[in-house]
T-cell receptor, first 116, second 115 residues
Framework: AQTVTQSQPEMSVQEAETVTLSCTYD???????LFWYKQPPSRQMILVIR??????QNATENRFSVNFQKAAKSFSLKISDSQLGDAAMYFC?????????????FGKGTRLSVIA | GAVVSQHPSRVICKSGTSVKIECRSL??????MFWYRQFPKKSLMLMATSNEGSKATYEQGVEKDKFLINHASLTLSTLTVTSAHPEDSSFYIC???????????FGDGTRLSIL
């Protein structure tokens, strides 16, 4: 079974600075998706960024980018120019690229605080 | 964009009551729906996966007679917590997907409190 590990339970960053959240995963599959979700205090799950494993280019969405290292099974999230609204729980997630009803497998999350 | 509506957002009821939570895909047909449970400051724990018209597949340790899941149509899945007790108090989140390699969209969750 696949597992996702987020080794940083909590992180903090100064407003306007850059922070990197770590995520590693374990799988024997070669094709899969990786995601970062944000969960603010409202508890809504918001998709931040998505990466297909077959793509070598790292995904980018405005201030959010990933460092995808397939061989190392690492998928870190970089948040640039951090804003107060970025404060939330961040979950890394894995999903198989296969037929069938494969669910998202989540890490335990990293709570990000943004300091004004 | 695609939207998943989950209702109700908050339920408070007495022990022994059965509670139904609805999850609707508003602008796409959800071939697969997922139900998660989240404890305070914890991650999302998958409870079950359901496909329209077939029985749900429950994760190990989840009581199927306790948590009844019905996926009667391509836009609606329901989770019924039967004879709820205080230990069932939690945050429940549904998620829906339109196809095998389609994005997975989340509802806003239901906070269930059993007194």
């Amino acid at each position: 079974a696949q597992t996702v590990t987020q080794s940083q339970p909590e992180m903090s960053v100064q407003e306007a600075e850059t922070v990197t959240l770590s995520c590693t995963y374990d799988t024997s599959e070669s094709d899969y998706y990786l995601f970062w979700y944000k969960q603010p205090p409202s508890r809504q799950m918001i998709l931040v960024i998505r990466q297909e494993a077959y793509k070598q280019q790292n995904a980018t969405e405005n201030r959010f980018s990933v460092n995808f290292q397939k061989a190392a099974k690492s998928f870190s999230l970089k948040i640039s120019d951090s804003q107060l609204g970025d404060a939330a729980m961040y979950f890394c997630a894995y999903r198989s690229f296969s037929s069938g009803n494969t669910p998202l497998v989540f890490g335990k999350g990293t709570r990000l605080s943004v300091i004004a | 964009g695609a939207v998943v509506s989950q209702h109700p957002s908050r339920v408070i009821c007495k022990s022994g009551t059965s509670v139904k939570i609805e999850c609707r895909s508003l602008d796409f047909q959800a071939t697969t729906m997922f139900w998660y449970r989240q404890f305070p400051k914890k991650s999302l724990m998958l409870m079950a996966t359901s496909n329209e018209g077939s029985k749900a597949t429950y994760e190990q340790g989840v009581e199927k007679d306790k948590f009844l899941i019905n996926h009667a149509s391509l836009t609606l899945s329901t989770l019924t917590v039967t004879s709820a007790h205080p230990e069932d108090s939690s945050f429940y989140i549904c998620s829906a997907r339109g196809g095998v390699n389609q994005p997975q969209h989340f509802g806003d969750g239901t906070r269930l409190s059993i007194l």
